[in-house]
């Protein structure tokens, strides 16, 4: 039913990595965006990275800047976050994104509502 799968996530302490993918069962799309956003129960979902136009535009979240990784396999169809240097505001449930169009409109925080095809998120917990 969902058409990305996210995997990966889990607890970490603070200053340790993690690395996930996500996979899209979409193919064809040159021109494709992946994104993943963060959220926690009633706070907003914000997109903290995201890769378009084959990696030529990347946008992290000012918080993630230089911590955050995001890379694409496009032959595999599949996106990787890297959080490296993990904080306690790392905190939340992350969701891989996908549209079919990207553009400029992608590479900012507040852009969930233009998605429509979401993974059904992963957890991930940084703690002490």
């Known amino acids: 039913a969902f058409q990305l799968w996210e995997s990966g996530g889990g607890s970490v302490q603070i200053g340790g990595s993690l690395t996930f993918p996500c996979v899209s069962i979409?193919?064809?799309?040159?021109?494709?965006?992946m994104a993943w956003f963060r959220q926690l129960p009633w706070e907003l979902r914000e997109d903290v990275a995201t890769i378009y136009a084959g990696g030529y535009y990347l946008y992290y979240v000012d918080s993630v800047k230089g911590r955050f990784t995001i890379s694409e396999n496009r032959a595999k169809h599949t996106v990787f976050l890297q959080m490296d240097n993990l904080k306690t505001e790392g905190t939340g449930v992350y969701y891989c994104a996908f549209h079919r169009y990207g553009g400029r409109w992608c590479l900012s925080r507040e852009t969930a509502g233009r998605y429509f095809h979401w993974g059904k998120g992963t957890q991930v917990t940084v703690s002490a």
């Open positions: 979409e193919s064809g799309y040159t021109s494709h965006v």
